[in-house]
């Protein structure tokens, strides 16, 4: 049998969605690429269903562009249950260890020190890592405890924004691609002695995306399948702002886009260095710059 053809329209673009807490990410993908009625849809970033934000959602060419929006900083603002560990790490968890012990926020901004730079991390029990081919929240949830392995991660900023309460700190972070918030409380809490989790977590930006840009679910619903609701779709030159672009001329435009490396003028850029193509204002490729040319990585056609 024949792979079965996907229906819809061939739009591109970016929706950048301010996702409600209880939804999986790829509940929220379904939804939207329902709603614009789009033949295909990818996110850049799994937010975990708790979780709320901001959640970008690719249409049709733009997600050729989702690994670089994944590999770019993000912003997360979240609030720390002190006194408590749960076999999540978050608040859906069930409470596995207590104690009576509560830092001072003087001595939670000084255990921050040992979380900034370049660290290695654990991720939560509770995970879609794969463990011997299972996904790990799979093996969690059947009564397994496993061994998993430490993940690099870049922590670009980590800060207290808030002491609630004794029982409460809310701490703001910018970090690199695959870094687990919940993985933050829980070493934070041990590294202080009282036991953590997170209570509520929120994604405030995204690469070139912060949530001025978002929409809601409700207005995703309201709008569904109407010519207002694709108002509400950015460029896909919207998910490549954060990257140096270079103009190109016509035909340098069709090299790129027939997967060949075509001669650019450009100043600035090093060896390897990622790059996109622009022709008459919209997206050519993505590309690695060498010795005054860019080797086309992806190419979009529209």
Known sequence: M?????????????????????????????????????????????????????????????TKTVST???????????VRL?????????????????????????????????????LQVPPQYSAVRVDGARAYDLAREGETMELAERPLHVDEL??????????????????????VRS??????????????????????????????????EEIDELARSPELDGRLLPLEAGLRHLPEVPVAELAAARLQNGNAAEVAVSGLNWGDLAWASHAGQAVAIGHYKAGELHPARVFVR
């Open 159 to 180: 800060e207290v924004v808030e002491r609630l309460d004794a029982d409460h700190v809310t701490l703001r972070m910018v970090c690199g691609k695959g870094g687990y």
């Open 2 to 62: 024949g792979r079965r053809r996907k229906t819809g329209r061939d739009l591109s673009g970016w929706v950048i969605l301010d996702k409600p807490s209880g939804m999986t990410s790829t509940a929220a993908v379904g939804k939207v690429r329902w709603a614009f009625d789009a033949r295909k849809a990818g996110h850049a970033g799994t937010l975990d269903p708790a979780a709320t934000g901001l959640l970008a959602i690719a249409l049709g060419e733009a």
């Open 184 to 217: 933050i409380a829980r070493d934070l809490g041990a590294a202080l002695g009282c036991c953590g989790h997170v209570r509520d977590l929120r994604r405030v930006w995204s690469g070139p995306f912060g949530l001025d840009q978002a929409v809601s679910l």
């Open 69 to 79: 929006i994944a590999a770019a900083l993000k912003c997360y603002r979240f609030t």
């Open 83 to 119: 006194g408590a560990a749960t076999d999540t790490d978050d608040a859906d968890g069930k409470v596995i260890a207590t104690s009576d012990t509560r830092p001072a926020t003087e001595e939670i901004e000084a255990a921050l020190d040992a979380f900034r730079g370049d660290i």
